[in-house]
């Protein structure tokens, strides 16, 4: 089991990582962000990110799939945006977001290795 | 053992450690000078951005309503005053800690939100947002919008 500050330092060791954030989508505050450049305000992508995660979630809900997001994949020209919201009954509410550089990331490893930090986090 | 031993000492009164603030001049209230189009334009913008805002009252310190963006069954009068209160609040605390001027002040309900913003010395913007609201997303948009409005009031 690893707490926020190593699970946070784990994601940033993912091959391609520029930042990763826990993010709480109830009121779109950050618990703890890590990574991020100069230019990339983690803060404000988690609270934008948040309504991504809350019309996805509307969405099922609408549809009555009665499912959950495992996570999101967005693509964009240079970076992919892994969100994966928590599952343990302590994460409720809250989501992991991830961004990697789309040159020196592999996907499907960092898919991979986000679901396991996702799964030893405890808060 | 003597039994006021058991009670914690009375606090004295200590003396102000900061002077107390200026004197404020004239409300801004009921001012027929300023520029209520443009202030209306960024509280009406400030709503439609963010989903889950109520509305917007612009106040002065004073607890007088300056101008408001609130549906009906909100009273704007009542959420300047209490936005006034909640910089009276900040102030103190803000005076005690030494940590300069109020800044925000957010309170939370079961049901939703009251945010207060200085919008420069002299006025305070507060808003009403429903419990679903993103806050993180208001603390991000409001603080520019109430810097926008300051510029506004000191056009006058």
Redesign the interface.
């Known amino acids: 089991m690893a707490n926020l500050d190593s699970a946070l330092k784990d994601a940033m060791t993912i091959d391609g990582a520029i930042g990763v954030a826990l993010v709480d989508y109830t009121?779109?505050?950050?618990l703890g962000v890590a990574g991020g450049t100069p230019e990339i305000d983690l803060?404000?992508a988690?609270?934008?990110n948040?309504?991504v995660v809350?019309a996805k979630m509307r969405t099922i809900e609408m549809l009555k799939l009665n499912d959950d997001i495992e996570d999101m994949l967005i693509t964009l020209g240079g970076q992919y945006h892994i969100i994966r919201p928590l599952t343990g009954s302590n994460g409720k509410g809250l989501f992991l977001y991830l961004m990697l550089s789309k040159s020196r990331s592999n996907l499907a490893l960092a898919r991979h290795q986000l679901r396991a930090i996702e799964e030893q986090l405890e808060l | 053992m003597n039994n006021r031993d058991t009670f914690l000492p009375r606090r004295t009164a200590r003396q102000p450690a900061a002077p107390p603030p200026p004197r404020l001049p004239p409300s801004l209230a009921g001012n027929p000078s300023l520029p209520y189009p443009a202030i209306g334009t960024e509280m009406a913008e400030l709503r439609l951005q963010i989903?889950g805002v109520q509305g917007s009252v612009l106040g002065g310190v004073d607890g007088l309503r300056i101008t408001h963006d609130v549906p009906v069954q909100l009273d704007p009068d009542d959420l300047a005053a209490m936005a006034a209160a909640t910089f009276g609040l900040g102030r103190q605390v803000s005076l005690r800690l030494g940590q300069g001027d109020f800044r925000q002040s957010t309170v939370r309900n079961h049901g939703g939100y009251f945010a207060v913003y200085a919008v420069g010395p002299q006025a305070l913007l507060s808003v009403v947002g429903t419990d679903a609201i993103?806050?993180?997303?208001l603390h991000?948009h409001a603080p520019p919008v109430a810097e926008r409005l300051a510029t506004l009031l000191e056009q006058v």
């Open positions: 009121s779109g505050m950050t803060t404000v988690a609270a934008g948040t309504d809350r | 989903p993103n806050v993180a997303r991000l």
